[in-house]
């Protein structure tokens, strides 16, 4: 068996590891809002009509900030429709998806929905086809404690106590010709920083995100970032970037080593951070909000979803990009997410894109069930255990060769040190073949293994296999039979294709 080694060194941290990196999304888009979160007459609902099943494993994820309500969606949004009385809320066209708004669920009904479920709002304004007045105007109304016209307004639409929102992200993906109001860099540049101004005017205390490059195969990627940064570091807060990766013409290999390519990418951003900052003199910190990142089959969805979805007529609530995913899925997205962590001195936020039915964790039905996806697991168990401080590793790996990012080793790992735990992060890139790992843990030769899970194809099943209403337990995280402690060194056989978390206990450790 192919052996790898990793050497853990505890007393180099990396960064703290941020809350804010288990972050989610919810737009206007597909069946995400409705039929999704919110569903009267669902057998589960509350008595405001969110789907309680589907709550439950929000909080079961361990999403800490919800980014909402686009997304492209928002370029197009007018936030006073969503507010006020039902009864008098327009129903609108959503040209960005071909879809019909009815503005059922607006700003009061999600931010109730929101501390149920324990999360913070990261609110987008719309500078696609709005501006300055609109953005000032929507934060006013939701974070004024003073009498306002604004601030009443909200008070008479039931919420007497501000809202308090924290971030707010300056428009969304304004680099792409996809997006309303599609702007150059200079023209959205100077927008951002012009309407981030007026908000810190109305509310210092906010954290403002500006749109960076919607990938990095854009063709303005770099340049974008430099001039928007030019216009607007001295004003915001953070930069985004938006990552999605998928499987093209059957390249696992380059697909499984996504989380390289993300490295890469965040690497590049924060070089231009540091240009920027320094060309300005500026000394303060520009973080990289990772707001949209995710697999997402974008090529099935130009190809087969999207030409019926916009040649056809406009419906409330299509089904859009409602991606099944696999147990190579999974194995990515685990391995995207130790990208982030491995980069949280840079990575300020991130955003798994999206949270229910939409390339999602989550699946719901109407009146049906809702169940995890594969990629549920690895999101959730990092989640759930890596708090505290990531600390540098190196891997002595054998290596596979891919067509997209070179030579990349096998083992990829990340680790977490806590108060009382130590959290391995582990994936094996080989598809064929179980990996043999040993870890030096020096100076922790008192620890014991609290807990050790791995995410792999399931017995008679194959990577391509997924979670379906009908089996939605075909894939769970499984026990790490193989994983042992000795004398300070931990082993253990990682499966062909596959994430696992391990949880070493430190409080009796050396
Ligand atoms: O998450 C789906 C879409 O992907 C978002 O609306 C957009 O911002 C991105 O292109």
Same mark, same amino acid.
């Given at each position: 068996?192919a052996?790898? +080694?990793?050497?853990?060194?505890?007393d180099?941290?990396?960064a703290?590891?941020?809350?804010r990196?288990?972050?989610?999304?919810?737009? +206007?888009?597909?069946?995400? %809002?409705?039929?999704g979160?919110?569903?009267?007459?669902?057998p589960?609902?509350n008595?405001?009509?969110f789907?309680?099943?589907?709550?439950?494993?929000?909080?079961?994820?361990?999403?800490?900030?919800?980014?909402?309500?686009?997304?492209?969606? %928002?370029?197009?949004?007018?936030?006073?429709?969503?507010v006020?009385?039902?009864?008098?809320?327009? &129903?609108?066209?959503?040209?960005? #998806?071909h879809?019909?708004?009815?503005?059922?669920?607006?700003?009061?009904?999600?931010?109730g929905?929101?501390?149920?479920?324990?999360?913070?709002?990261?609110q987008?304004v719309?500078?696609?086809?709005r501006?300055i007045? $609109?953005?000032?105007?929507?934060l006013?109304?939701?974070?004024?404690?003073?009498?306002?016209?604004?601030?009443?307004?909200?008070?008479?639409?039931?919420?007497? &106590?501000?809202?308090? !929102?924290t971030? #707010?992200?300056?428009g969304?993906?304004?680099d792409?010709?996809w997006?309303?109001?599609h702007?150059?860099a200079?023209?959205?540049?100077?927008? *951002?920083?012009?309407?981030?101004?007026?908000?810190?005017?109305?509310?210092? =205390?906010? $954290?403002?995100?500006?749109?960076?490059?919607?990938?990095?195969?854009?063709?303005?990627?770099?340049?974008?970032?430099?001039?928007?940064? *030019? +216009?607007?570091?001295?004003? !915001?807060?953070?930069?985004?970037?938006?990552?999605?990766?998928?499987?093209?013409?059957?390249? %696992?290999?380059?697909?499984?080593?996504?989380?390289?390519?993300?490295?890469?990418? !965040?690497?590049t951003?924060?070089?231009?951070?540091? $240009?920027?900052?320094?060309?300005?003199?500026l000394?303060? &910190?520009?973080g990289i909000?990772?707001?949209?990142w995710?697999? #997402?089959?974008?090529?099935?969805?130009?190809e087969?979803?999207?030409?019926?979805?916009?040649?056809?007529? #406009?419906n409330?609530?299509?089904r859009?990009?409602?991606?099944?995913?696999? %147990?190579?899925d999974?194995?990515v997205?685990? =391995?995207?997410?130790?990208?982030?962590?491995?980069?949280?001195?840079?990575?300020?936020?991130a955003?798994?894109?999206?949270?229910?039915?939409? !390339?999602?964790?989550?699946?719901?039905?109407?009146?049906?069930p809702?169940?995890?996806? @594969?990629?549920f697991?690895?999101?959730?168990?990092? *989640?759930?255990? *890596? +708090?505290?401080?990531?600390?540098?590793?190196?891997v002595?790996?054998?290596?596979?060769? @891919?067509?997209?990012?070179?030579?990349v080793?096998?083992?990829?790992?990340?680790?977490?040190?806590?108060?009382?735990?130590?959290?391995?992060?582990?994936?094996?890139?080989?598809?064929?073949?179980p990996?043999s790992?040993?870890?030096?843990?020096a100076?922790?030769?008192?620890?014991?293994i609290?807990?050790?899970?791995?995410?792999?194809?399931?017995a008679?099943?194959?990577?391509?296999?997924?979670? @379906?209403?009908a089996?939605?337990? @075909?894939?769970?995280?499984?026990?790490?039979?193989?994983?042992?402690?000795?004398?300070?060194?931990?082993?253990?056989?990682?499966?062909?294709?596959?994430?696992s978390?391990?949880r070493?206990?430190?409080?009796?450790a050396?």
């Open positions: 068996m052996q790898a +080694h990793l050497r853990v060194h505890l180099e941290p990396v703290a590891v941020s809350e990196l288990f972050g989610s999304f919810v737009e +206007h888009m597909g069946r995400a %809002v409705y039929t979160i919110y569903e009267p007459g669902h589960t609902a008595s405001q009509g789907r309680t099943d589907v709550l439950e494993l929000v909080r079961e994820l361990g999403a800490t900030v919800i980014r909402y309500p686009g997304g492209n969606f %928002v370029s197009g949004f007018r936030w006073e429709d969503s006020g009385p039902r009864e008098t809320r327009p &129903t609108r066209l959503d040209v960005a #998806w879809s019909v708004e009815t503005n059922e669920v607006g700003l009061h009904e999600f931010a929905w929101a501390d149920d479920a324990g999360v913070e709002i990261m987008a719309n500078l696609g086809t501006g007045e $609109e953005a000032a105007a929507l006013e109304y939701s974070n004024h404690a003073g009498h306002t016209a604004r601030a009443d307004e909200r008070r008479a639409n039931g919420r007497e &106590t501000p809202f308090d !929102i971030l #707010w992200c300056l969304n993906e304004m792409g010709p997006q309303i109001g702007k150059t200079d023209e959205y540049g100077r927008l *951002a920083a012009e309407t981030g101004r007026v908000m810190k005017w109305v509310d210092p =205390s906010i $954290e403002l995100v500006a749109a960076g490059s919607s990938n990095a195969d854009m063709p303005t990627f770099g340049d974008w970032e430099r001039t928007v940064l *030019a +216009h607007s570091a001295d004003v !915001i807060d953070h930069i985004s970037l938006h990552a999605y990766y998928e499987e093209t013409g059957g390249d %696992v290999a380059s697909f499984l080593a996504s989380g390289v390519g993300l490295d890469r990418y !965040i690497g951003v924060a070089g231009i951070i540091d $240009e920027a900052l320094a060309a300005q003199g000394t303060k &910190t520009v909000s990772v707001d949209e995710n697999v #997402w089959y974008q090529s099935r969805f130009n087969v979803d999207k030409p019926p979805l916009f040649e056809g007529g #406009w409330e609530h299509p859009i990009i409602e991606d099944e995913y696999s %147990v190579t999974a194995v997205v685990g =391995s995207l997410l130790m990208s982030l962590l491995r980069n949280a001195d840079r990575v300020s936020m955003n798994l894109a999206q949270l229910v039915n939409v !390339i999602a964790p989550i699946r719901s039905e109407p009146g049906g809702a169940w995890r996806q @594969t990629t697991y690895p999101f959730s168990l990092t *989640a759930a255990a *890596a +708090h505290g401080t990531v600390v540098r590793c190196t002595e790996s054998p290596v596979v060769d @891919t067509a997209r990012y070179g030579e080793d096998l083992l990829d790992a990340v680790v977490v040190r806590g108060d009382t735990e130590l959290v391995l992060l582990l994936v094996n890139r080989d598809t064929a073949a990996l790992i040993s870890v030096d843990l100076g922790l030769a008192g620890a014991g609290a807990s050790a899970l791995s995410v792999h194809a399931p008679g099943g194959t990577r391509f296999s997924s979670n @379906t209403q089996a939605p337990d @075909t894939v769970v995280p499984v026990p790490l039979s193989s994983a042992e402690l000795a004398y300070g060194v931990f082993t253990a056989d990682l499966p062909a294709l596959s994430w978390i391990v070493l206990s430190t409080a009796t050396e």
